[in-house]
């Protein structure tokens, strides 16, 4: 944990796995969460705005869903090289809702002859 004039960082690391871990960077009107390559935003409201559910309780309910082993990140690579992250998280049915989507700029999506593959993993803490 760190702080400083802009907010305060967390890591949460896994006991078993230490490549697994859950960052957040919070300050006093956003946020960014993050685990295994995807992330996300979170931001207060504009001033005189209400919001429906806190963006604060949205961060808390992220890292939940994190902890649960709810969130799904499909990392797509082409050889040995990430290109793009998705997240998903899943309801109680088990569907899976598209959170969110980040693309690389990297060398590796000129690589056109080398073939492009997708994995997909879930870490949970429980």
């Known amino acids: 944990m760190k702080f400083d004039k802009s907010g305060v960082e967390v890591e949460l690391l896994h006991l078993d796995r230490k490549d697994w871990t859950i960052w957040a960077t919070v300050g ?3 946020a960014i969460v993050g685990t295994l390559g995807a992330h996300e935003h979170f931001f207060g409201p504009s001033h005189g705005k209400h919001e ?3 963006w604060t309780t949205q961060i808390v309910d992220f890292v ?6 709810e969130i799904d990140v499909e990392t797509t690579f ?4 990430p290109i793009s992250v998705r997240h998903f998280n899943r309801d109680a049915s088990g569907k899976r ?3 969110g989507y980040t693309g690389f700029l990297t060398p590796a999506r000129l690589f ?3 073939s492009k593959r997708t994995e997909t993993e879930t870490a949970s803490w429980l």
């Open 112 to 114: 056109l002859w080398q």
């Open 28 to 30: 006093d009107r956003d």
């Open 64 to 69: 939940a869903e994190i902890l649960r082993g």
């Open 78 to 81: 082409r050889g040995n090289a």
């Open 52 to 54: 429906e559910r806190p």
């Open 97 to 99: 809702h598209s959170l």
